[in-house]
């Protein structure tokens, strides 16, 4: 081996890129199950998007598709012989998450990410009064919240002493997640923050879609 062939075995392997997401060994079974019954299967590949708008739970899409004809945006990564196209808008929010398989639940897709708040006209979210609320959120309320499963979203404050949140997880849906803003998040916030009195819920409880975005 020359000189130049032994320093060139030395670097790393930059053809391989990082996975965005883990795909345990039984999805990959079944999903490729479910690919092999697709004609032309050898040229297709399971993309995964993000349907959810920003301040909703996250949902997802999911189908196959040819991934020689994916987009310049996407990201292309393969698991064990199976594609996996991600659309690049939807990376970092997938980045960490895990799509598994059961019998009993089918396809399911573990993200430790959140959703990102959405944008409301009229509202401050750039401001050091913000600042202090998100601290407040990502340090205190969160954690109280996640032996619940639960976790709010800071939308932004009014100027006149409301802060804007949203609801997730187990608390999205759940009969006691009103109470639990009213009287757990508030609390913490309006005692801890002078400049905030009242926190509003944009959560809709019932359906699992806010209707102060429809």
């Known amino acids: 081996m020359s000189p130049l062939e032994a320093m060139a075995s ?6 391989v890129s990082e996975p965005i997401i883990t795909v345990t060994p039984d999805a990959l079974d ?6 092999d019954d697709e004609p032309d299967a050898d040229k297709l590949g399971l993309r ?24 310049f945006t996407d990201e292309v990564r393969t698991h064990d012989g199976l594609k996996v196209i991600i659309p690049g808008d939807d990376v970092e929010p997938l980045t960490g998450a895990t799509l598994d398989y059961t019998t009993t639940q089918g396809l399911v897709i573990r993200n430790p990410n959140r959703p990102s708040a959405p ?17 407040m959120i990502s340090g205190d309320v969160n954690p109280a919240l996640a032996s619940h499963g639960g976790f709010v979203t800071y939308v932004g404050h009014d100027g006149e002493g409301t802060a804007y949140l ?8 759940c009969s006691m997640s009103k109470m639990t803003m009213l009287d757990g998040v508030q609390t913490m916030l309006v005692d801890a923050i002078e400049e905030v009195e009242r ?16």
Do not use: K, W
């Open 48 to 71: 995964l998007a993000i349907a959810s708008q920003p301040g909703e739970e996250f949902r997802y899409d999911l189908a196959f598709d040819e991934f020689l004809t994916a987009a």
């Open 119 to 135: 944008s409301v006209d009229g509202l401050t979210v750039d401001d050091e009064l913000s600042a202090t609320i998100e601290a």
């Open 10 to 15: 030395d670097q790393p392997d930059t053809s």
């Open 166 to 173: 949203t609801m997730g997880g187990g608390c999205h849906g």
């Open 30 to 35: 079944h999903l490729r199950e479910l690919r």
């Open 199 to 214: 926190v509003r819920d944009l959560t809709d409880h019932t359906t699992g879609e806010n209707p102060y975005y429809s």
